[in-house]
C-alpha cells in the first residue's frame, strides 16, 4: 500500500467553526508533514512530525492545531479561520525525516472558508 | 535567495514531442537530494524521479529522466515523447541533510501537451 489518504475531499466552513482535517498512510512511514497550497504556487510546510512529535512549526498561526495520535494519523484542527486560509492542505509521509527519501502524499483537502 | 529557481512559467508542446523543464538550485550541504514532482489539476502531489547528490548516473524512470549538472548546480527533467495526459504543473524540490530541511520548492512550470 504506497498510498496517503486524506478525508474531506472538500471542505466548506465559516469563520467560526471548528472542522479536522485527516490524513492516514500504512507505509510505516515516521516522518508526517502538513503543506498548504495556494493556486499556481508551490506547496508551503506547515508542521513536521516525526516519531509521533512535532518537529517543525513554520511559525504556523495558533487557528491552526496539528495532532499525530499515532504512527499512521495525522490530524489538523481548524478553529477561527480567515478567508485567505483557503487553500489546498496536502499531508505528506516518508521515511524519518534527515534521509532523502521522497514525500508520498495525498490528494488534498480543498478547503473554503466563507 | 532562492534555493530551488524554476525559470520557466509555462511551456507548450506537442504530442510525441520530447520536451525538458529547467531547474537550478543552491545550498553549500555536500548532501542533498533533488526531486521532480508533478501536480495535475486535481491537485495531488505525485513523485516522478530522484537524484541524490552522490549518485554517478542520472536518474531515470520510464519516460522521465533528469539531467544533473553538479558543477552548474541544474537539475533539469526530460520527458521524452509527451503525452496528453502530461498536462500538468511540475514542481523542482530540493531537500539538504546537514541543514535538516524539509522539501524546498521551486514556484513551478506548468506544461500544455497537445495533439
Known amino acids: 500500500d504506497t498510498e496517503v489518504t486524506q478525508t474531506p475531499k472538500h471542505l466548506v466552513m465559516g469563520m467560526t467553526n471548528k472542522k479536522s482535517l485527516k490524513c492516514e498512510q500504512h507505509m510505516g512511514h515516521r516522518a508526517m508533514y502538513w503543506y498548504k497550497q495556494k493556486a499556481k504556487k508551490p506547496p508551503e510546510l506547515m508542521f513536521v512530525?516525526?516519531?509521533?512529535?512535532?518537529?517543525i512549526n513554520e511559525s504556523v498561526p495558533s487557528r491552526f492545531s496539528p495532532e499525530c495520535p499515532n504512527s499512521s494519523l495525522l490530524n489538523l484542527h481548524l478553529h477561527a479561520l480567515q478567508p485567505e486560509d483557503s487553500a489546498l492542505y496536502l499531508c505528506?509521509?516518508?521515511?524519518?525525516?534527515?534521509?532523502?527519501?521522497?514525500?508520498?502524499f495525498g490528494p488534498g483537502t480543498r478547503l473554503t472558508v466563507l | 535567495a532562492q534555493k530551488i529557481t524554476q525559470t520557466q512559467p509555462g511551456m507548450f508542446v506537442q504530442e510525441k514531442e520530447a520536451v525538458t523543464l529547467d531547474c537550478t538550485y543552491d545550498t553549500s550541504d555536500p548532501s542533498y537530494g533533488l526531486f521532480w514532482y508533478k501536480q495535475p489539476s486535481s491537485g495531488e502531489m505525485i513523485f516522478l524521479i530522484y537524484q541524490g547528490s552522490y549518485d554517478q548516473q542520472n536518474a531515470t524512470e520510464g519516460r522521465y529522466s533528469l539531467n544533473f549538472q553538479k558543477a552548474r548546480k541544474s537539475a533539469n527533467l526530460v520527458i521524452s515523447a509527451s503525452q496528453l495526459g502530461d498536462s500538468a504543473m511540475y514542481f523542482c524540490a530540493m531537500r539538504e541533510i546537514q541543514a535538516g530541511t524539509a522539501l524546498i520548492f521551486g514556484k513551478g512550470t506548468t506544461l500544455s501537451v497537445s495533439s
Open positions: 505528506a509521509s516518508s521515511q524519518i525525516s534527515g534521509r532523502l527519501d521522497e514525500q508520498f
Open positions: 512530525y516525526s516519531y509521533e512529535k512535532l518537529s
